[in-house]
């Protein structure tokens, strides 16, 4: 079996015990916190220490070393990825440039996050320090570029509302895809699921669910808070 960025896959008896000094998540830590204090793009402090703190939980708790073990984990870790410490980073990173549309933004991020998840392409970006970082830093760079655009409050609603609306329908797809699959896909966690009382394909199984449903609920929530005061407009028209 490949050697797995985070380290060997743990036995449940060890997981706590799986805590980690990443180096190259403290070094982009670092220099988000030098772009952050030097270029002062927001006043938005709390945003910002959230999705360090945040930031460096996933990548040194013993969540990392359990994403070694089961495919679910990971879909955790990615979700909180790029729906939790994204969204914070572009509160405390605002963006106004208009040169590529909202929804041209929602495509190239669902294409990155489809594009992680082919399984031949998985087993190589946890296997290899370069393709793993590749991985995490595109997840996290497209969903932060997105998010900027869903907190813009000059962006139109209609644009963000239909960017989210395809990024719920798009993670769902793959969601229900891993979920509905007949077969284990993952070869690289093929030995690692047991111990936690999980079949690859049940481990799989699981990921998609989470995937499906709760990776959606953030989403939602920002598709209805910019959707509210269109709401509030119609129903004062309507009064």
């Known amino acids: 079996m490949n050697d797995v960025y985070c380290g060997p896959a743990p036995e449940p008896g060890n997981l706590f015990q799986s805590w980690n000094l990443d180096l190259p998540a403290l070094v982009l830590a670092a220099g988000l916190a030098v772009a952050f204090f030097v270029l002062r793009p927001s006043s938005n ?37 790029v729906a939790a410490v994204a969204p914070l980073l572009a509160l405390a990173f605002p963006s106004r440039s208009r040169l590529v549309s909202t929804g041209t933004i929602a495509g190239i991020h669902a294409v990155i996050f489809w594009f992680w998840h082919a399984p031949p392409i998985y087993d190589v970006a946890v296997s290899n320090p370069w393709a793993y970082w590749t991985m995490q830093l595109t997840l996290l760079g497209s969903a932060v570029w997105l998010w900027q655009r869903v907190f813009d409050p000059a962006e139109k609603a209609g644009s963000v509302l239909m960017a989210l609306l395809g990024t719920t329908i798009q993670m769902g797809l793959l969601g229900a895809l891993l979920t509905f699959a007949p077969n284990a896909l993952y070869d690289i966690h093929f030995l690692t699921t047991l111990p936690f009382g999980l079949t690859p394909l049940q481990d799989q199984q699981l990921a998609g669910l989470i995937m499906w449903v709760p990776a959606a609920l953030p989403y939602l929530a920002a598709a209805l808070w910019r959707a509210w005061p269109l709401l509030a407009d119609t129903v004062r028209g309507a009064s």
């Open 45 to 81: 402090r709390t945003a910002f220490g959230g999705g360090i703190m945040l930031l460096l939980l996933l990548f040194m708790s013993p969540l990392c070393a359990l994403t070694a073990a089961l495919f679910s984990a990971r879909a955790v870790h990615h979700v909180l990825l």
